[in-house]
């Protein structure tokens, strides 16, 4: 019987082959690293608004302004559509970064 640290972990080539070992766990390094930030809107910051409590948070800004969209239109009847550059811009602002 072949001790386990002879057994090979994947045919030559795959996935798991002891040399990519490495490379996995910096990859697993990098994509917690990623996920140690999030961004996060809270619409009671924004001028008008005070009194709402909708917040989003999510892994990045991209799906913050998406929630923020979704937000406006089902709590206050916006139309994100029909938001001005000068109004995106003021919301960018109120896009903070949380670290976790």
Not at 1 to 24: K, N
Not at 69 to 81: I, K, P, Q
């Amino acid at each position: 019987m072949r001790a386990q640290s002879d057994l090979p972990l994947a045919p030559a080539g795959g996935i798991f082959a002891r040399e990519q070992l490495g490379t996995l766990s910096t990859n697993n390094a990098a994509r917690e690293a990623a996920m140690a930030t999030t961004y996060s809107y809270a619409c009671c910051e924004c001028e008008g608004m005070e009194d709402c409590p909708g917040k989003v948070t999510a892994a990045t800004k991209d799906e913050v302004w998406k929630l923020m969209e979704l937000h406006a239109s089902v709590a206050h009847g916006e139309n994100a559509a029909d938001w001005d550059d000068e109004t995106r811009n003021y919301l960018g602002t109120l896009i903070r970064e949380v670290a976790a």
